[in-house]
């Protein structure tokens, strides 16, 4: 137990997981599944060690739980107020990467197919269509006698549809509906918008409020809650990621690290100063740390690491 | 060794009477202050002591100064809280002295480990942990789904299992 750095994020990921489904059901099934778990490996023993002492943490109060809620809900902004007369510059908060890379991880556990950082997969669906996750992925599928409905939650998928003139095959995302229309096109949603990019046949997209429109091979548009994009030329690099190659075609460094960010846990940033260099190449997407050694090779840039899961990138 | 304490002991010669003077000013409290600046130099032992420069130096000491400040005021914060609530309970649940002491401590490391999260995965994530609330009533609570309130609770607990082992130099990449 007392031997550091034995503990991966993903243990305790699951740890986390288990402990949400013990804490809701709880039978005995459930325990069964959990205790091979345990006993699956000797981290994942530790990983719910440090579970348990998260939930531990509160036994103090429980008793008080009015007060201390009561206590604990009191605004923070009070302190902070007092502190801004200090006026001091502006210290980083190194915790906020988690907060929003998290929800995106958490988000995955319950969609019908999901990827993890770092992760790809394929799957054939039921009627014969091929899809491609991309990492970081969450899509729920769909299918019933009227339709083929994927909904993508996050992340990006790439699609290979069958043909069955019967039932349309309908992508959704948080900003519009995409009806293929015999074709491979791909699909990546972001937080603030989707991205369409039509490798093969055609995609009939709509959008709340604004008119169908239709994105033919070689191109690709964007929307979101406003609207539409001009159509550009397609990416190939948009295809590229299910063969595990990241394409820059002069990718500002900024893009290409925040793609690059989600195929490893933790903090990958990049510092404005170097973020609008571009970049030509391919680059492994399976394996950053040496995707990020020739950046750092072809480029006026330094790779800093001075923490486990923190990695910034910066001008030399 | 040397290098280092001679030139923390430099450090300290060079710039304890400025932060006690900045933090006096701004905590209005001379025990506090001296408190607070002789913290904010033990915490420099902890850190490589990067900056030659005289400005930068006092730049990053008020940094430090700041977030020990922070601490303070927040722990100060979150007892008085507790106290209010306290007051109001009858006589016969008063904690202990000692049990009043862990107590104020706990909410202060809780409150750390969940000061990041977002607001709604806080609330579920007390109301299970504090109050033993079932999943289907906390949805009630927050008006969102069964599901939805699993999400929050594992990522409160991956968020803060994390922490936890960061505190103990557990993690590997």
Redesign the interface.
């Known amino acids: 137990m007392n031997t550091p750095g034995k503990l991966s994020h993903a243990s305790l990921e699951q740890a986390a997981q288990w402990y949400v489904r013990l804490q809701d059901q709880g039978g005995a099934l459930e325990q069964l599944h959990w205790q091979a778990w345990v006993a699956q490996n000797p981290e994942h023993l530790a990983a719910w060690h440090y579970v348990q002492r998260v939930s531990q943490r509160f036994t103090p109060l429980q008793e008080h739980a009015h007060g201390a809620s009561r206590a604990l809900r009191s605004s923070r902004r009070q302190a902070l107020k007092t502190l801004l007369v200090l006026g001091v510059g502006s210290t980083v908060a190194w915790g906020t990467w988690r907060s929003t890379a998290l929800p995106r991880l958490v988000g995955g556990w319950s969609a019908d197919y999901a990827t993890r950082s770092g992760e790809t997969r394929d799957a054939l669906l039921a009627d014969g269509s091929h899809v491609w996750l991309n990492a970081l992925t969450a899509l729920d599928v769909r299918f019933d006698g009227v339709q083929r409905l994927l909904q993508l939650r996050f992340g990006e998928v790439l699609i290979d549809t069958a043909k069955d003139a019967s039932r349309p095959f309908l992508v959704d995302t948080a900003y519009g509906r995409m009806q293929a229309l015999g074709t491979r096109f791909s699909v990546l949603q972001s937080d603030d918008h989707t991205q369409l990019n039509v490798f093969e046949g055609r995609v009939q997209v709509t959008a709340a409020n604004h008119p169908v429109r239709i994105i033919e091979a070689g191109q690709q548009v964007s929307f979101s809650r406003n609207g539409f994009q001009p159509t550009a030329p397609a990416s190939p690099s948009r295809e590229a990621w299910s063969r595990g190659v990241l394409l820059a075609d002069n990718l500002p460094l900024g893009q290409l690290i925040a793609e690059l960010n989600r195929y490893r846990p933790g903090h990958l940033g990049c510092d404005p100063a170097v973020a609008h260099l571009p970049v030509m190449g391919s680059f492994p997407l399976m394996d950053s740390d040496h995707a990020l050694h020739l950046l750092q090779a072809a480029l006026p840039i330094r790779v800093d690491k001075p923490m486990t899961w923190w990695v910034t990138v910066g001008p030399r | 060794m040397d290098i280092v304490s001679t030139s923390f002991t430099h450090l300290y010669g060079t710039h304890h009477g400025w932060l006690l003077g900045?933090l006096r000013r701004?905590l209005n409290d001379r025990w506090d202050a001296a408190d607070l600046a002789h913290d904010t130099f033990i915490r420099l032992l902890n850190r490589p002591a990067v900056e030659t420069d005289h400005v930068r130096q006092r730049?990053y000491l008020?940094?430090i100064?700041?977030?020990l400040?922070?601490d303070l005021?927040?722990r100060r914060?979150?007892?008085k809280?507790?106290l209010?609530?306290?007051a109001l309970?009858p006589q016969a649940?008063q904690?202990s002295p000692e049990?009043r002491a862990?107590?104020v401590e706990?909410?202060y490391?809780?409150?750390a480990?969940?000061?990041?999260?977002?607001k709604n995965v806080r609330e579920a994530f007390?109301l299970?942990?504090?109050?033993?609330l079932a999943?289907k009533q906390i949805g009630e609570q927050l008006g969102v789904g069964e599901?939805m309130v699993?999400?929050y609770?594992?990522?409160a607990?991956?968020?803060?299992?994390?922490l936890?082992?960061e505190l103990?130099?557990?993690?590997?990449?």
């Not at chain 2, 607990?157 to 994390?162: D, F, G, P």
């Not at chain 2, 103990?168 to 990449?173: A, R």
């Open positions: 900045l701004r730049s008020a940094t100064a700041r977030g400040c922070i005021w927040r914060q979150l007892e809280a507790w209010d609530s306290l309970c649940t904690p049990q862990i107590i706990t909410l490391e809780v409150d480990m969940l000061a990041r999260l977002p007390l299970a942990q504090l109050h033993g999943y599901r699993k999400k609770m594992a990522q607990l991956l968020h803060c299992a994390i936890e082992a103990d130099g557990m993690l590997v990449q």
